[in-house]
């Protein structure tokens, strides 16, 4: 099983990933009947300048066992990456589609009196891709 936990680890089958969060995630049957997941995800927080979308797809029928996430589509990143949506067609072509944010919208760091600074973060939303 696929578990997210915010402020923790992102686990797929009791394996630990780099992401510290996890959000939006969402799954899909293939024509094969293994299933997909899709998630934004990142090792620092929401918004940080590594977020970017993670798939995951199951071993099994089931979905009792899953591999290992991989960040997709890790070539085509230029900013943060956003809100997965995931599709077969009637081909049993996969399709993922996500809003990226423009490369222009890196906030600046958030630096409080007496608090740890906020890193600077892509601003949430940017174009379909």
Known sequence: HIVFKNGGVAMVDGKQTNLIYSHMAMIEMLPDGRLVAAWQGSAVIEGAQDQRIYM????????????????????????????????VD???????????????????????KGQTPMPQRWAVGGSIK
């Open 56 to 87: 995951s797809f199951s071993i099994d029928e089931d979905g009792r066992e899953w591999g290992l996430p991989q960040s997709m589509p890790d070539a085509l990143r230029e900013a943060g990456q956003w809100s997965p949506v995931l599709h």
């Open 90 to 112: 009637v081909f049993g072509l996969l399709w993922l589609f996500y809003a990226e944010t423009s490369v222009a919208c890196l906030r600046k760091p958030i630096r409080r």
